[in-house]
């Protein structure tokens, strides 16, 4: 421990004399022109801007030293922060490097007495002595990724191709439900939409094959052509199906691809949405409502959470299954992110859609997954700029294992800008947090009828997250970002009130500070 303490000392004097060099965090960076410069091109200047200084200092003992001692004398279980034997906040050496602490509380004094903002957080850092910056494109899957993942998922099943047409069988079926609802419909719009609807599928019946012949997939993409009256352009896709017969009453596995549209119709003003899909399901008529709920981290993954309904697998055991899933398909450097805990109740959010669900009221796991760079984790998925996602992938698991698998806007990696990104030490972090906190939640003047607004933050982690270039929207960095997780909850004169526990998906930072220039960062712009 002697040992460990002195190495300790020696990387907090390397960081220490790395920012006095720098100057990160007692001047400004270097200002550049706005009109030559993009926000990455900045940003890629600052993320460089500590090493082009180191190599022109003279430094007595390397940060490469430190790295190979501490490597050598990685602390064991019992030296990190230890809760029933679990390590809750595992070891990093940028805790001493950033001075960061394990927690971080504050208090905060909002303009506003109706508003209040608590922060109670664990403090979650890589295990690293360096964060990388990096560029990213959108990509498509290939075909070997595709056959992969169709081979891992359909296994043994007999997958057929989407059936393009209907037979009159199933037409007859479609009729008989709109004629069904037909009777005991009363509102004149809904009646007026089914007597179009009947018109329309009276005429298909006319055109239909008594018979369709089914085409076994094998996981091969094919090039399908978007727009009909007009062509906008092709994409490579797959659509396949265990029971094509059943292809329009959700059962069975079913697995999907849709590449980017690409050889695109030049003079269409259409905007297309960057972004590549694979999709599966185990039963169509699984979890229908699993995506229309909140999905919350699981700090504990040794036991059930306590507020599971229908689970005996512990979200551990969930993480290795999906772990040994990448590694015997091969995926090396797919990694588990985090393990979050979803229901199937159905809250309202999932509209009127009236499909059979076996499932029933139960809960499941969603493992979030992405790309390591470096041993380094990305964020988990979140709403981000429309016209290109942020890449995400997720498994949902039961006791079952495997029911859905869902990996969409892949990322295509780059050159690294560094490898070793000047960050700004913590304090200066919780500088800009307290500061920016106040502003972005200040809702002094707005004239509603709000009566209160809470917000709690609790959880605190230095991750990575794209950042669009403005001048490209198709082109990005990757960057350390400090996200800074947690809650909120309105409540209202009439008595209303709403909160994170009714949002959708995942969670979202309340706020997201970019590690390297301290610059706020919107999730859903992208930027």
């Known amino acids: 421990m002697k040992r460990k303490q002195l190495i300790r000392k020696i990387l907090a004097w390397v960081s220490?004399?790395?920012?006095?060099l720098s100057g990160i965090g007692c001047s400004k960076a270097p200002q550049v022109d706005i009109s030559e410069k993009t926000n990455t091109e900045r940003l890629e200047e600052a993320a460089v801007m500590t090493l082009r200084l180191e190599e022109a200092a003279v430094m007595t003992f390397s940060t490469t030293a430190a790295t190979q001692l501490v490597a050598e004398d990685k602390p064991t279980l019992t030296e990190a922060e230890?809760?029933?034997?679990?390590?809750?906040?595992?070891?990093?050496?940028?805790?001493?490097?950033?001075?960061?602490?394990?927690?971080?509380?504050?208090?905060?004094?909002?303009?506003?007495?109706?508003v209040k903002i608590t922060v109670d957080a664990d403090v979650y850092l890589p295990d690293t002595l360096q964060m990388p910056t990096l560029h990213v494109e959108p990509r498509d899957f290939?075909?070997?990724?595709?056959t992969k993942l169709f081979n891992a998922l359909c296994g043994d099943t007999v997958m057929y191709k989407a059936q393009e047409q209907m037979t009159k069988a199933e037409i007859s079926?479609?009729?008989?439900?709109?004629?069904?609802?037909?009777?005991?419909?009363?509102?004149?719009?809904?009646l007026k939409k089914l007597e179009s609807n009947l018109a329309y599928w009276k005429e298909e019946y006319e055109k239909a094959p008594e018979t369709v012949e089914k085409q076994i997939s094998d996981g091969t993409l094919e090039e399908r052509q978007l727009g009909v009256g007009e062509y906008l352009g092709k994409y490579?896709?797959?659509?396949?199906?265990?029971?094509?017969?059943?292809?329009?009453?959700?059962?069975?596995?079913?697995?999907?691809?849709?590449?980017?549209?690409?050889?695109?119709?030049?003079?269409?003003?259409?905007?297309?949405p960057i972004s590549g899909s694979i999709w599966y399901i185990r039963d169509q008529a699984f979890g229908q409502y699993l995506n229309y709920n909140v999905r919350k981290w699981i700090a504990d993954e040794t036991a059930v959470p306590a507020d599971a309904a229908g689970l005996r697998m512990t979200p551990v055991e969930a993480r290795k299954l999906v772990e040994a899933f990448w590694a015997?398909?091969?995926?090396?450097?797919?990694?588990?992110?985090?393990?979050?805990?979803?229901?199937?109740?159905?809250?309202?959010?999932?509209?009127?859609?009236?499909?059979?669900?076996?499932?029933?009221d139960n809960s499941a796991y969603v493992v979030a997954c992405g790309k390591s760079i470096d041993g380094i984790l990305p964020p988990p998925p979140s709403s981000g700029d429309p016209h290109w996602a942020f890449e995400s992938c997720t498994f949902t698991i039961t006791d079952n294992g495997i029911e859905t698998f869902n990996w969409g806007s892949p990322y295509a990696y780059g050159e690294y800008t560094t490898k070793n990104s000047a960050l700004l030490t913590f304090d200066k972090v919780d500088e800009i947090f307290q500061k920016m906190m106040l502003v972005k939640?200040?809702?002094?003047?707005?004239?509603?009828?709000?009566?209160?607004?809470?917000?709690?933050?609790?959880?605190?982690?230095?991750?990575?997250?794209?950042?669009?270039?403005?001048?490209?929207?198709?082109?990005?960095?990757?960057?350390?970002?400090?996200?800074?997780?947690?809650s909120y909850y309105f409540t209202y004169e009439d008595g209303h009130n709403f909160g994170s526990d009714d949002r959708e998906g995942f969670p979202s930072p309340l706020l997201r500070?970019?590690?390297?220039?301290?610059?706020?960062?919107e999730p859903r712009y992208g930027c």
């Not at 050496?93 to 905060?108: C, I, M, N």
Request: glycine content about 8%; aromatic content about 10%; charged content about 25%.
């Open 236 to 272: 490579k896709a797959l659509d396949a199906y265990e029971r094509q017969e059943n292809y329009y009453t959700f059962t069975g596995k079913a697995f999907h691809v849709h590449g980017q549209t690409y050889d695109k119709n030049t003079k269409s003003s259409y905007d297309f």
């Open 513 to 521: 500070i970019n590690a390297i220039d301290g610059s706020i960062i």
């Open 173 to 190: 079926e479609r009729i008989a439900d709109v004629e069904s609802e037909m009777k005991t419909a009363t509102d004149k719009d809904r």
């Open 82 to 114: 230890v809760v029933n034997d679990t390590a809750i906040i595992p070891y990093s050496p940028l805790y001493d490097l950033l001075g960061a602490s394990t927690h971080y509380d504050v208090e905060l004094k909002p303009v506003s007495d109706i």
């Open 142 to 146: 290939t075909q070997d990724e595709v």
């Open 441 to 486: 939640y200040d809702i002094s003047g707005s004239g509603n009828d709000l009566t209160s607004a809470t917000y709690k933050v609790d959880r605190v982690t230095l991750e990575m997250s794209r950042v669009t270039n403005r001048k490209s929207s198709e082109k990005g960095l990757l960057v350390p970002v400090w996200n800074f997780y947690g």
């Open 16 to 20: 220490v004399t790395v920012i006095l």
């Open 328 to 360: 015997d398909n091969g995926f090396e450097d797919m990694v588990v992110i985090g393990v979050y805990l979803t229901r199937n109740s159905d809250t309202g959010n999932g509209g009127d859609r009236k499909v059979p669900d076996p499932y029933g």
